[in-house]
């Protein structure tokens, strides 16, 4: 019974780590917003820039949290101005997508550049 059980647990978490892989994304705003909130924030007081702060973090926190479900470490040696600038571009392009979209658009960019430095 109890090789039972510790079969089961080890069955259940494979599971949970092969749902989670597939995870939809929650909280993530429109390119289109975003470019909005970093309008909003340019020379203004400090208020109108909560929304802006928020979503930083947030992407942050989202392409970090990819970084570490990653086998690369795709963000190592990449600063935070330099992920805005690039999400900044991203967006303008293509203000109909969401931010999740552009963190594994930014992973995947990353992933190449940092392939191409190591390979040769």
Same mark, same amino acid.
């Given at each position: 019974?109890?090789?039972?059980?510790?079969?089961?647990?080890?069955?259940?978490?494979?599971? +949970? @780590?092969?749902? =989670?892989?597939?995870?939809e994304s929650r909280g993530s705003r429109s390119c289109r917003k975003w470019m909005e909130e970093r309008h909003q924030?340019?020379?203004?007081?400090?208020?109108?820039?909560v929304p802006i702060l928020i979503t930083k973090s947030w992407f942050l926190g989202y392409v970090s949290g990819r +970084? @570490?479900?990653? =086998?690369?470490?795709?963000?190592?040696?990449t600063d935070d101005e330099s992920?805005?600038?690039?999400?900044?571009?991203?967006?303008?392009?293509r203000?109909?997508?969401?931010?999740?979209?552009?963190g594994i658009a930014l992973e995947q960019e990353l992933k190449q550049m940092k392939e191409g430095r190591s390979g040769r």
């Open positions: 019974m109890k090789m039972f059980m510790i079969l089961l647990l080890g069955c259940s978490l494979l599971a +949970a @780590s092969a749902f =989670s892989a597939a995870a924030a340019e020379g203004r007081d400090d208020l109108n820039k +970084a @570490s479900l990653s =086998s690369q470490d795709f963000l190592k040696g992920i805005f600038l690039w999400l900044d571009n991203y967006c303008r392009e203000p109909l997508l969401d931010l999740d979209s552009a």
